[in-house]
């Protein structure tokens, strides 16, 4: 096990991540992708990487949200979950010869909303963020912030084989009212790990790694 500690100098390397990403790239977790990529490449050439757990087994606030409210599960609703801020907020961000660019709606997720149609309201919303989110922003982040290092990341959760089962699990395995009004993801790996390790750390809160 390795420590390392991030310190505020890191911000110095933001021009360069900036010129490797090569285009407009908006999560800032990026910093600390590079600074934990840094680390890992101090001791090892590669490493595996728990990208794809939360969409395989409903792990975000964000489908939580969407489970609460069968009523609202339009894909208006699905995109408003996604968005750190408001349309009108962020086209403020660009300039104006720019600002078609930001469209409110984008077409890439009504496609693949219109795609899913029929499956559960849980595997819809994994399946559109498995066409989108993962690698518009996880996997782009992650490949480009550990290059720069020369380092390997695996991501075993994203193998065809291992989604192709996951896919085919009942929502209800992996999200459901535990409680009155209180809802919550990835039980079933949950359940697997408590195997080995203490309820503490399985039920813990979950935090991003902004």
Same mark, same amino acid.
């Given at each position: 096990?390795?420590v390392?500690?991030?310190?505020?100098?890191?911000?110095?390397?933001?021009?360069?991540?900036?010129?490797?990403?090569?285009?407009?790239?908006?999560?800032?977790?990026?910093?600390?992708?590079?600074?934990?990529?840094?680390?890992?490449?101090e001791?090892?050439?590669?490493?595996?990487?728990?990208?794809?757990?939360?969409?395989a087994?409903?792990?975000?606030?964000?489908?939580?949200?969407?489970?609460?409210?069968?009523?609202?599960?339009?894909?208006?609703?699905?995109?408003?979950?996604?968005?750190?801020?408001?349309?009108?907020?962020?086209?403020?961000?660009?300039?104006?010869?720019? %600002?078609? !660019? &930001?469209? +409110?709606?984008? *077409?890439?997720?009504?496609?693949?909303?219109?795609?899913?149609?029929?499956?559960? =309201?849980?595997?819809?919303?994994?399946?559109?963020?498995?066409?989108?989110?993962l690698?518009?922003a996880?996997?782009?982040?992650?490949?480009?912030?550990?290059?720069?290092?020369?380092?390997?990341?695996?991501?075993?959760?994203?193998?065809?084989?291992?989604?192709?089962?996951?896919?085919?699990?009942?929502?209800?395995?992996?999200m %459901?009212? !535990? &409680?009155? +009004?209180?809802? *919550?993801?990835?039980?079933?790996?949950?359940?697997?790990?408590?195997?080995?390790? =203490?309820?503490?750390?399985?039920?813990?809160?979950?935090?991003?790694?902004?």
């Amino acid at each position: 096990h390795h420590v390392g500690v991030v310190r505020p100098d890191i911000l110095e390397i933001l021009p360069e991540l900036v010129r490797q990403y090569g285009e407009p790239f908006g999560d800032s977790s990026a910093l600390p992708t590079f600074a934990v990529a840094r680390l890992a490449r101090e001791h090892v050439p590669m490493v595996l990487s728990g990208d794809g757990g939360d969409e395989a087994f409903g792990g975000y606030q964000a489908y939580i949200h969407w489970m609460e409210r069968p009523d609202l599960q339009t894909i208006d609703r699905w995109t408003s979950l996604m968005q750190y801020l408001p349309h009108d907020w962020r086209i403020r961000l660009w300039r104006e010869e720019y %600002r078609h !660019v &930001a469209q +409110e709606h984008q *077409e890439t997720f009504t496609q693949e909303f219109q795609r899913t149609e029929g499956q559960s =309201p849980l595997h819809r919303v994994q399946e559109i963020d498995r066409k989108t989110y993962l690698p518009f922003a996880i996997l782009t982040k992650v490949d480009i912030a550990s290059m720069m290092h020369g380092l390997e990341v695996r991501t075993p959760f994203l193998d065809v084989q291992v989604w192709d089962v996951i896919s085919r699990i009942p929502e209800s395995m992996n999200m %459901r009212e !535990v &409680a009155k +009004e209180r809802w *919550e993801g990835k039980l079933l790996l949950k359940r697997l790990l408590a195997r080995w390790y =203490p309820s503490e750390l399985v039920h813990r809160r979950k935090t991003g790694f902004g």
